[in-house]
Each structure stands twice: as structure tokens, then as C-alpha cells.
């Protein structure tokens, strides 16, 4: 059965890096099938693609977020990570992991519980 | 700020039948997902109309040009729930939810 868990801090300071990771069991993250992606929800803005890194390695990011995320994954460990620099307050919110699964287009069929990121000042 | 629009809203009572529109998609497929309260979304229709394995034949999807529909039959106390519409806009070249609407069932 796949599952995805997010960690990492739930309070990161200002101008700070955030960094998370998601746990992925139940399949292999280096699967050529599967995008790994993030996401992101607060009751402003909603539901937000941060970007995706597909088993190969390559990377792809919202255009809004680009010039400040990183995504990497550890094919050993199973796991794929975040990193989201020069964090604001815009960027508190309940950060989720999952996966896209592409027949077509691209769904999220698998989602982690979310973690709670609170960026403090 | 979503340019997918969905109402903010629907309400329904238990067995009657429900639709939430999803306008501004951009001829990719449209995807459908459920949020209880406190937990995360879970798939319920990808490509428009496909549902997942152990999704309730309730739940069914369709898409025409650039509005897409969530329709749930039978409704019962526990679809109450957010739902949201995904697709791909390429004019931002990134993935993209609707604001997401919230049933309640009375």
C-alpha cells in the first residue's frame, strides 16, 4: 500500500530556508512512472503546486515559486525532499507531499497527511 | 487567486443529487478531489470522468470545453466535504486548483 509522510520543523523563521521531507513506502521513488510532487494550502490562496521531481531526476516548479524551491530525492532512503528559501509569512501554510500519476494528464492519487509550517518573525 | 472558479458553496439533502462546476479549464483533463474536515484531499475523479478504485459510483465526473462538473448522487452525511477541481493551465505552465467548494448536507 503506498504512503507518503511528511517532516520537518513546524516553525521556520523568517528569510529562513524551510526544509521537508516525505517518507514514501509501498513504492519506489525512483519509479519512472511517478511524479513526486508538493503542495501547499492556506485559507488564502488554497491549494498550490510548489513543483514535482520525477524519478529520473528531473525537476519542474511553479512559475511563482521558482526562483526560491529545490526538490531532490533519496532513492536509498526512499524519501524526496523540499527546500523553500527567503520564507515570508505568505508562505505559512500546511505543506503536503504526493504523488502524480500521469494517464493523460496528471492527478494526485496519493497524498501525505500535511504538516503544518508556521514561518515566525 | 484561482482561474479555476468554482462556487463557493452547494448545499443538498440527504439522497437528492448535487453538481459542482469547475469553469476555466484549458482543454486539459480536469480532476476531482475530496477534503474532510482536518485531513487531507483524496482523488475522486481523474480524467474528467474516471473514478479511482474504491470510489463510490456516486461520485462522477464529465468535462465540455472549458467546464468541468463533480456530480454525487445519493448524497449522504458523509460527503460533506471540500471539494476542488485540477488541471494544467498553460499560460502559467504550472498545475492549478480551484478555490474549492463546500457541501453541506442538511
Known amino acids: 500500500q503506498v504512503q507518503l509522510q511528511e517532516s520537518g520543523p513546524g516553525v521556520v523563521k523568517f528569510s529562513e530556508t524551510l526544509s521537508l521531507t516525505c517518507n514514501v513506502s509501498?513504492?519506489?521513488?525512483?519509479?519512472?512512472?511517478?511524479?513526486w510532487s508538493w503542495v501547499r494550502q492556506t485559507p488564502v490562496k488554497g491549494l498550490e503546486w510548489i513543483g514535482y521531481i520525477y524519478g529520473g531526476g528531473s525537476t519542474r516548479y511553479n512559475p511563482s515559486l521558482h526562483s526560491r524551491v529545490s526538490t531532490s530525492l533519496d532513492e536509498s532512503k526512499n524519501q524526496f525532499f523540499l527546500e523553500l528559501g527567503s520564507v515570508t509569512a505568505a508562505d505559512t501554510a500546511v505543506y503536503y507531499c504526493?504523488?502524480?500519476?500521469?494517464?493523460?494528464?496528471?492527478?494526485?492519487?496519493?497524498w501525505g497527511q500535511g504538516i503544518l509550517v508556521t514561518v515566525s518573525s | 487567486q484561482s482561474l479555476l472558479t468554482q462556487p463557493p458553496s452547494v448545499t443538498g439533502a440527504p439522497g437528492q443529487t448535487v453538481s459542482i462546476s469547475c469553469i476555466g479549464s484549458a482543454g486539459y483533463d480536469v480532476h476531482w478531489y475530496q477534503q474532510l474536515p482536518g485531513r487531507a484531499p483524496k482523488l475522486i475523479i481523474f480524467g474528467n470522468n474516471n473514478r479511482p478504485s474504491g470510489v463510490p459510483y456516486r461520485f462522477s465526473g464529465s468535462r465540455s470545453g472549458s467546464s468541468a462538473s463533480l456530480a454525487i448522487t445519493g448524497l449522504q452525511v458523509e460527503d460533506e466535504a471540500d471539494y476542488y477541481c485540477?488541471?494544467?493551465?498553460?499560460?502559467?505552465?504550472?498545475?492549478?486548483f480551484g478555490g474549492g467548494t463546500k457541501l453541506t448536507v442538511l
Open positions: 509501498g513504492v519506489s521513488v525512483n519509479s519512472q512512472i511517478y511524479y
Open positions: 504526493a504523488r502524480s500519476y500521469c494517464a493523460g494528464d496528471c492527478s494526485f492519487d496519493f
Open positions: 485540477h488541471t494544467f493551465d498553460p499560460n502559467l505552465t504550472s498545475w492549478v
